[in-house]
């Protein structure tokens, strides 16, 4: 296959490298990127091309979940499927060697380490590496120890979502931030540490009834032995709780419930219900304390991904303020948004989470977000503009190539 230059003759017209770090507003712009384009592309290759853009970080996925990719510019592959739940580094026997879960490695590692080999090649060119982390959306470790994940009302498991509130499951995210910490990247960026809620689009959701707010999040609620025994601490009697929940579903289920009305006007409608909320904050903040700190051990730090405009998140049982306590950045995914939004989104996270800790907002250079090149100079400087420390673009396989040049401008802006 005939391979395409990138950023030559007038491409490469615009302010020196000199220039654009004399004027740079943003300290963090990163990059998201997936192990296998990087490799399909050549790591020394990748690295030359991000560095053409002014982007200081690379954000290389460090573990992922399933999916299937289309990957317009690949110089090997146009569809990937990804392999379900893998971690792309290999295990160290010092973090997992005692754990109840084991993960699952790629086939990109056999024989190699490839995630080394990436970040390596970047820091060659003078570019930093963050390690992006999908946390507890993995069908693989939930097919292979259900009873880890999330359970419901009714008891059944939810395979896509490992519960966080669970010491097995916190023991093993532990391990895995203290072995990619381990490497030579500056933070552990993590995806989905959150109780992963009933709608998740893991799989082709079927459903013959309206799905509501309030119906949602108690579809979404686990009571496993870990989310009870985290409610029996703060004197919640997480059973009492489970039997309402169902009793409410039931009526659901046999009455219908059109009410999409947000959550928090129906809280009341559950007996105990907002106590153990407030245990599910509690627990998932305890949780993220406890893997930043295994992060920090290695003198790194540790970012913390959201989205959507709902603070606090009751169906993801995420109170933003509990948990920036514990995080060194706030990255939010600012998509499908005019940059006229971005003041408010900032208004909004900064309410939420506070006034200190630094906001990463995440961009998408191209379809459906961004039409052109100016169109992604106006949100990264609306980003810049509403007071965000950092700016990251997703994602290197998903654009087309030419929108590398549309970073380089975006990333000069600000």
């Known amino acids: 296959m005939q391979r395409r230059t990138f950023l030559t003759g007038a491409a490469l017209a615009g302010p020196s490298r000199a220039a654009l770090a004399a004027g740079s507003k943003i300290g963090y712009q990163s990059l998201f990127c997936y192990p296998w384009d990087v490799l399909d592309e050549g790591p020394a290759a990748f690295a030359r091309l991000v560095k053409e853009t002014g982007v200081t970080h690379i954000a290389l996925a460090s573990t992922y979940h399933e999916g299937k990719v289309l990957a317009p510019h690949n110089p090997r592959r146009r569809v990937y499927f990804i392999e379900e739940g893998a971690i792309y580094l290999p295990p160290n026997p010092r973090y997992f060697g005692n754990t109840k879960m084991k993960p699952r490695v790629s086939r990109w590692t056999s024989g190699r380490d490839a995630w080394k080999e990436i970040t390596e090649a970047c820091a060659a060119q003078g570019v930093r590496s963050t390690a992006w982390t999908v946390s507890l959306h993995n069908s693989y470790l939930g097919w292979t120890y259900p009873q880890y994940t999330t359970m ?49 689009y893991a799989f082709l959701e079927k459903e013959g009834i309206e799905i509501t707010p309030l119906g949602n999040l ?196 600000i």
């Open 152 to 200: 419901n009302a009714f008891g059944d498991r939810y395979v896509h979502a490992l519960c966080p509130a669970h010491p097995a499951v916190v023991e093993y995210l532990r391990a895995l931030a203290g072995n990619i910490a381990s490497y030579s990247t500056e933070a552990v960026d993590f995806e989905s540490f959150e109780f992963v809620g009933y709608k998740h």
């Open 218 to 413: 108690l579809l979404s609620l686990c009571f496993c032995e870990g989310c009870l025994a985290a409610a029996k601490r703060l004197r919640v009697d997480g059973a009492k709780v489970r039997e309402a929940v169902k009793r409410r579903l039931e009526i659901y289920f046999e009455q219908g419930d059109h009410d999409r009305s947000p959550v928090e006007t129906r809280l009341s409608s559950v007996p105990g219900l907002s106590d153990y909320l407030q245990a599910r904050f509690r627990s998932l903040e305890d949780s993220f304390r406890q893997v930043a700190e295994a992060v920090r051990a290695h003198k790194k730090k540790a970012i913390f991904m959201v989205m959507g405009d709902s603070f606090p998140n009751y169906t993801a049982g995420i109170d933003l303020g509990r948990i920036a306590r514990h995080a060194d950045a706030i990255e939010f995914l600012f998509y499908a948004r005019p940059p006229e939004q971005a003041p408010a989104v900032m208004r909004n996270l900064r309410k939420a989470a506070g006034p200190a800790v630094r906001i990463y907002f995440v961009l998408r250079p191209g379809y459906p977000d961004a039409k052109d090149a100016a169109g992604l100079v106006k949100l990264a400087q609306a980003s810049a503009q509403a007071g965000a420390s950092g700016v990251s673009y997703y994602n290197f396989g998903l654009f087309e190539r030419s929108h590398m040049d549309w970073i380089r401008q975006a990333a000069a802006s």
